[in-house]
DNA sequence: GCAGGGATCAGGGCTAGCCCGGGGGTTCGA
DNA sequence: TCGAACCCCCGGGCTAGCCCTGATCCCTGC
């Protein structure tokens, strides 16, 4: 099988391509950024992208979204992401939107080559691979995301007053509350977002982690409503 | 002067339309996400590209992710983005890499035409615009950054727990500390971070979106230190 | 040897924030 | 008409978190 590797890390894309090679397939190129992995699936027409979700210039989500370009324009190219750890909105959305062909594991949990052998197959085959703690992020997420829309627009008004680091009487300035008002709302917005009192959470936090997650990536404001 | 335009808004971008075409320039295209912006820019090789940040499907940087398209097809093509609010990394990213025939607007700062005009003047002819509040945005981020960077490894340790929202307590048990020396170590932060003590500020929260937004848009985890 | 920085810890005081109980008013749908 | 949902507000109590002061120890560089 004909295989493309992304991935910044010199050793990492080296060593991948050798590894490959000895199980059989062929990688056909080796590169270090979004474009140049562009440029090698269209140069190169293989059978399945590995890609490295975190590349230059900002080594956030250059891979997703050179992932993201690659399936848009070469369908059939099957794309395995992988990372060190769970990456936000991009990786996620290509695999709801696109589950063919694709699969998302995390590097740690690769635990011998028979692994990611196995999933390549299993990708170029048309199917769908997923790391068991990515499917339990997206499922969070889409939890998170529920239970943020469930809150009033008054709550969610006063969450996003949090999020910004105001305190509760700044919050009730703003809205033209007192502060047991907004002590009113907090508790309700903590009851719905199931933040229940922990001893070793910090609840307020926490409910603000939730308010910017819901953006990711990059939230620093309202998300806008997508168009009926 | 030839201009494609790219807003999710149909009413915004057939607005745009009608209003550049009354200040003499000629809008040959007007799409709603980023894909439409890249095929229409190939198409009709226009002078500038008058761009929404937050387009489909997330609506949250596609329209930053391709301007960076754009850019990199078509150097010549002058770039202005306009958004609601100031936007994270892709689009600070693009305006400290590429000033040249850039311009980053706030929508709400246009109050009237000529403004939108005399930064398609500047842009076109080879300039950079950027909205007085975007610059202070890119300042303070580097500010936040220096600021991060600064702080001891302990330090750091204690405020990746704090943004994960943990409670003192529970960071002084992951770290194995007492929750005294956890709360010295939170002093010397909120101390570090420039975050006095002020009635309107949750200093706190305050300190865990420094800390997320060092690694904007997406950052779950470590950010990767760029190679030398 | 000494000063500075970093790490750790303590006693004690104060308060913003959380929460319990309670109350009132408006709107809308069954 | 009545109940549910939403919004607003209060009195009162409790505590996690912040901060002041102070202390000790270790390491490094001058």
Redesign the pocket.
């Known amino acids: 099988m004909r295989i493309v590797i992304a991935d910044d890390s010199v050793l990492l894309r080296e060593g991948l391509s050798r590894l490959l090679a000895e199980v059989g397939h062929n990688p056909v190129a080796a590169v270090g950024d979004g474009e140049a992995l562009v440029d090698a699936v269209e140069a190169h027409q293989p059978d399945l992208a590995l890609i490295d979700i975190r590349m230059p210039p900002t080594f956030t989500h250059e891979g997703a979204v050179a992932a993201t370009e690659v399936r848009r324009r070469w369908p059939a190219v099957g794309i395995l992401l992988l990372s060190q750890s769970i990456e936000g909105r991009y990786a996620l959305e290509l695999a709801r939107s696109h589950p063919q062909r694709f699969g998302y594991l995390l590097k740690d949990h690769i635990l011998d080559v028979s692994v990611l052998a196995d999933a390549i197959a299993t990708v170029a085959g048309g199917g769908t691979v997923l790391d068991p703690d990515v499917v339990a992020q997206f499922l969070g997420r889409r939890s998170t995301l529920e239970r943020i829309d ?9 969450l996003a007053a ?1 999020a910004e680091g ?7 300035t703003r ?14 917005i ?2 719905k977002l199931d ?3 922990q ?1 070793d ?4 936090v926490l ?1 603000v982690r939730a308010w910017l997650d819901r953006t990711a990536p990059g939230g620093n404001d309202d998300r806008r409503r997508p168009p009926p």
Chains 1, 2 share one sequence.
């Open positions: 469930a809150l009033t627009a008054r709550e969610q008004d006063v949090m105001r305190s509760n009487r700044a919050i009730a809205l033209s509350l007192t502060d047991k008002t907004v002590e009113t709302h907090i508790g309700s903590l009851t933040l229940l009192p001893p959470d910090h609840r307020r409910a």
